[in-house]
T-cell receptor
Framework: GDSVTQTEGLVTLTEGLPVMLNCTYQ??????LFWYVQHLNEAPKLLLK?????KRTEHQGFHATLHKSSSSFHLQKSSAQLSDSALYYC??????????FGSGTKLTVEP | DPKIIQKPKYLVAVTGSEKILICEQY?????MYWYRQSAKKPLEFMFS???????DNQTASSRFQPQSSKKNHLDLQITALKPDDSATYFC??????????????FGSGTRLTVL
């Protein structure tokens, strides 16, 4: 939705290169930030979440740091793997009610 | 074993007909949701329920009606189906414990095709 902006469309990387998927959000939606991942023909599932400013959050080799000063929550990984190919959603939660997903970024990792 | 069961997995319907998408969760969660995913729009929030009460509705059309007969059930009735309704419909749930960052757990989805 309009509350979040992600890296547009499709990102294609070669295996072993670093991953960075951008996510910026509207300040009003900064209570919690999430990254969800959806592999082909599967349901979305949580990858990372954070509510603490300037604290790095890590899971399954991915990490992100919430920066409220710049309204950003970029997703990073030092070395892409073929299995990282998926659709990635950044999602802010403005209150304890609804999770709004961004447009999604499709990551394709090639050999 | 899947903890959120959606039925059917695939559904084909004709324009103008009515269908019900089933969702049951066995995670002990108090909040349930419906999201829709299509080629035109990625994961789009539709409804949220908490303790069987409607909390939020972002679906413009009244053709979409959630139904919660039990705390762990949230079905989705769709009437007067249109080809544009073709999408994968995901049911999700969360703990709804205040305050917490509510992680959503998704079902495997029902892929609806309207001819």
């Amino acid at each position: 939705g309009d509350s979040v902006t992600q890296t547009e469309g499709l990102v294609t990387l070669t295996e072993g290169l670093p991953v960075m998927l951008n996510c910026t959000y509207q300040t009003a939606y900064s209570t919690f930030l999430f990254w969800y991942v959806q592999h082909l023909n599967e349901a979305p599932k949580l990858l990372l979440k954070s509510s603490t400013d300037n604290k790095r959050t890590e899971h399954q080799g991915f990490h992100a740091t919430l920066h409220k000063s710049s309204s950003s929550f970029h997703l990073q990984k030092s070395s892409a793997q073929l299995s990282d190919s998926a659709l990635y959603y950044c999602a802010p939660m403005p209150n304890y009610n609804v999770l709004y997903f961004g447009s999604g970024t499709k990551l394709t990792v090639e050999p | 074993d899947p903890k959120i069961i959606q039925k059917p997995k695939y559904l084909v319907a004709v324009t103008g007909s009515e269908k019900i998408l089933i969702c049951e969760q066995y995670l002990g969660h108090n909040a349930m949701y419906w999201y829709r995913q299509s080629a035109k729009k990625p994961l789009e929030f539709m409804f949220s329920y908490s303790y069987q009460k409607l909390m939020d509705n972002q679906t413009a059309s009244s053709r979409f009606q959630p139904q919660s007969s039990k705390k762990n059930h949230l079905d989705l009735q769709i009437t007067a189906l249109k080809p544009d309704d073709s999408a994968t419909y995901f049911c999700a749930s969360s703990t709804r414990e205040w305050p917490s960052a509510e992680t959503l757990y998704f079902g495997s989805g029902t892929r609806l095709t309207v001819l």
